[in-house]
């Protein structure tokens, strides 16, 4: 089977001009488009998901990643079903704890627990059934059939369990080495198995950091780097990225500095975590995914720091373009 590929847009520019980079995401052969839920950018991820709904006419679209901290789960459930009339079959709705769009309001991510009510609660107003908020009954006056999917990414292992519990689907942020997603896969059939449901139909997306650089060597001095002051790339957008990490064989201390990995230890967490290297080299990592894990469906994060995060990816989408899906025999 082909393997999907997706990739992270930024709403990086006004959004009529992003929604047309998004267009050329579709042009250039990939599957997917997911845009961050920022509400700090200034832009709106659904306005601009609209926008790029009527400029495309396959690509998949969805926020990477909207939350039940900023967004109530009543309004949720109505932005994808508006989107789903837009572009009927080529909407998922993905809701995660909230990172950057929580800090920036200062108030806590989600907890299991919310989350759980909160995909709980999406999917019985898409599929048009009555749910309490408060002790007031609602529902929504119109709905798909079928209903827009919904998808939790998830990093933790407790995160990763609720997804296989309660979720359409899953975008999973646990690298790509065989041994760690062989245990993500275990834990989504826990959680499918705690509720009594199996993962027959249930879509995993594998996010996947990416650094390109034509030399092939900067690219892997990811792990040596901050995004921040105080935030290595090793524990972005969680320390959940040293548990995978471990399951990989790669024991790290909870508390590593950047510049404490050495150059051969860089390399062997790139190798882990993402595709990292030239367009050559990425083509054959993912090859390499695809064979020793049975991975078929990626999300690509390129790497940046708070800086560079509203970049729009024209150096990764040109690679898939030129190279990796050619070699993919796309």
């Known amino acids: 089977m082909a393997i999907q590929v997706d990739i992270r847009v930024p709403v990086g520019l006004p959004i009529k001009e992003t929604a047309d980079f998004i267009a050329s995401c579709e042009a250039a052969g990939f599957d997917g488009v997911g845009v961050h839920d920022h509400q700090h950018s200034g832009r709106d991820v659904y306005v601009t998901l609209a926008l790029a709904a009527e400029r495309t006419s396959r690509l998949n679209l969805y926020p990477a990643t909207s939350n039940p901290v900023t967004r109530h789960p009543s309004v949720l459930a109505s932005l994808s079903h508006t989107l789903e009339e837009l572009a009927p079959g080529r909407i998922r709705l993905t809701i995660a704890p909230g990172f950057l769009s929580v800090v920036n309001i200062g108030v806590p991510r989600a907890s299991v627990e919310t989350m759980r009510h909160t995909i709980s609660t999406i999917k019985?107003?898409?599929?048009?059934?009555?749910?309490?908020?408060?002790?007031?009954?609602?529902?929504?006056?119109?709905?798909?059939?079928?209903?827009?999917?919904?998808?939790?990414?998830?990093?933790?292992?407790?995160?990763?369990?609720?997804?296989?519990?309660?979720?359409?689907?899953?975008?999973?942020?646990?690298?790509?080495?065989?041994?760690?997603?062989?245990?993500?896969?275990?834990l989504l059939e826990a959680g499918a198995a705690r509720a009594g449901r199996t993962l027959e139909g249930f879509k995993t997306i594998f996010i996947t950091p990416m650094a390109l650089d034509e030399e092939g060597h900067e690219a892997f001095r990811w792990p040596q780097r901050w995004l921040r002051p105080g935030l290595p790339f090793l524990t972005y957008p969680s320390r959940a990225n040293l548990y995978w990490l471990r399951e990989a064989g790669i024991d790290l201390p909870d508390y590593i500095q950047p510049e404490q990995a050495s150059d051969a230890m860089a390399r062997q967490i790139c190798d882990a975590f993402g595709l990292f290297g030239s367009p050559q080299e990425c083509l054959t990592r993912l090859q390499r995914a695809q064979t020793e894990a049975g991975i078929d469906h990626v999300f690509i994060f390129p790497s940046h720091t708070v800086e560079s995060g509203y970049d729009m990816p024209r150096t990764e989408v040109a690679a898939f373009r030129d190279v990796i899906f050619p070699g993919l025999g796309r």
């Open 124 to 186: 019985s107003l898409l599929a048009g059934e009555s749910v309490t908020f408060n002790g007031t009954k609602a529902r929504m006056r119109n709905t798909n059939n079928p209903p827009t999917p919904v998808y939790m990414t998830a990093a933790g292992p407790r995160m990763v369990e609720l997804a296989g519990e309660v979720a359409d689907g899953a975008l999973l942020l646990v690298g790509l080495h065989p041994v760690a997603i062989a245990a993500a896969r275990q």
